[in-house]
């Protein structure tokens, strides 16, 4: 992927050699219409992530870590860091060096349940990093023999929340102690930690807010069955974001507040409160222009798929993102067709069911934009077949 400073000649003649687009005036579908992009094109609102970082973090009473992985777009960092997220969720040492690189004070936590030796040596003595999460005792034995039998970590058992159907991806199947193992990690954890955490993912764009009040109380009983005391309690990310505008999704204010409900209900207030809030920061901070290469009846061949930029589009995630067709030539003449898309590779997994909505008359060299792709697109695109190449511009 790259920024606008080696796009086309035609792009610097608009816009000067700056990666971002200086007149606020600029309206994104102009901006399509003078590109004509051959290429897929993620088109930034950084003003738009700095919003939702500051909203979140007001909402919220304790520390908000952003959650890297979702989009490490160095803008889409800076945007959240001007919204006052300052601190980071990071899984691996490439995350760590970016973050680390654009904030050296940031404090960075390293939230894989499953790191590499080599990586929480280089955590700890390169980057000053304490934070370790782990869901496993061989994980304990891993941090405290890469950190030489550190003094001053803070350790975090991550917990299996129960199954939750309300997630678009469940994130207690993978990682996560279950209970029996929990109690048994906060009490081993204890003694070689200077503070303890909890922490949870209840599941990837949850769309029930009670899920974290669930998962408050189920922690709330692992914490007492263990007879420890813990520090922290992490409420993770899985803040929903309404694809399309539907109002019953909650907000990510609705998932705070019912888990600050069961946490007085469970008179756990006192504990320090973290949260890993990833999707809900960023999903409506990006849209991605794509380009129709060809149309079979109700398939639009477009050059950019589920191993690019629309992973989550594709039918094992089946994220219905609002699409806008813009012409190439012509105006559209006002009926629409639902439609299935093909992405560019030649494989057969690589297509997205939808349906999407577009115009009937849409053809080759139109572009279709995908709305609310600021979440697990930049961050997931792949190569696959040489059609990794996107380019990005910031308003
Ligand atoms: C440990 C952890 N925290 C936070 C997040 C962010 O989750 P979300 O984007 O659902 O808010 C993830 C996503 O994979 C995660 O694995």
Not at 169 to 187: H, P, T, V, W, Y
Not at 238 to 259: E, L, M, R
Not at 268 to 282: C, I, K, M, S, Y
Request: proline content about 5%; some cysteine; glycine content about 6%.
């Amino acid at each position: 992927m790259s920024t606008i400073r080696p796009f086309t000649e035609r792009i610097k003649r608009h816009y000067g050699s700056n990666d971002y687009i200086e007149n606020e005036n600029q309206n994104w579908v102009s901006i399509i219409q003078q590109l004509k992009p051959a290429k897929p094109l993620y088109i930034l609102f950084p003003q738009l992530i700095t919003q939702n970082a500051r909203a979140f973090a007001q909402a919220f009473p304790g520390k908000a870590l952003y959650a890297v992985k979702t989009n490490p777009d160095p803008n889409a960092i800076k945007a959240i860091m001007a919204g006052g997220i300052k601190n980071f969720d990071v899984a691996s040492l490439e995350e760590i060096r970016l973050v680390h690189s654009m904030c050296p004070q940031a404090e960075m936590h390293f939230m894989h349940p499953i790191k590499t030796p080599e990586d929480i040596r280089s955590a700890y003595f390169d980057y000053g990093i304490r934070h370790f999460v782990l869901d496993h005792e061989d994980e304990l034995y891993k941090i405290m023999r890469e950190t030489d039998l550190a003094q001053d970590l803070h350790l975090t058992v991550r917990i299996a929340c129960p199954k939750n159907d309300s997630a678009l991806i469940d994130f207690s199947s993978k990682f996560g102690a279950n209970r029996e193992d929990a109690i048994m990690l906060l009490q081993h954890c204890r003694s070689v930690s200077k503070t303890l955490g909890i922490s949870f993912h209840v599941g990837t764009q949850t769309e029930q807010s009670a899920r974290y009040a669930m998962a408050i109380h189920y922690s709330a009983a692992i914490i007492r069955e263990s007879g420890i005391n813990v520090d922290s309690i992490n409420i993770g990310g899985g803040y929903p974001v309404a694809y399309q505008g539907d109002k019953n999704i909650p907000t990510h204010k609705d998932c705070i507040d019912s888990a600050l409900q069961a946490l007085k209900e469970e008179q756990l207030e006192d504990l320090n409160l973290l949260a890993e809030p990833g999707r809900a920061l960023v999903a409506n901070g990006a849209k991605l222009v794509t380009r129709v290469e060809l149309r079979k009846d109700d398939m639009l061949y477009i050059n950019d798929g589920v191993y690019g930029g629309l992973f989550d589009a594709a039918k094992w995630v089946d994220t219905l993102f609002p699409t806008t067709a813009i012409s190439c030539d012509r105006p559209f003449d006002g009926d629409t067709t639902p439609y299935r898309l093909s992405g560019p590779t030649c494989d057969s997994l690589d297509m997205m069911n939808g349906p999407f909505t577009l115009p009937s008359d849409i053809d080759m060299g139109d572009w279709i934009v995908f709305d609310n792709v600021g979440a697990y697109s930049q961050a997931i695109r792949g190569n696959f077949n040489g059609f990794g190449h996107a380019d990005v511009i910031c308003i």
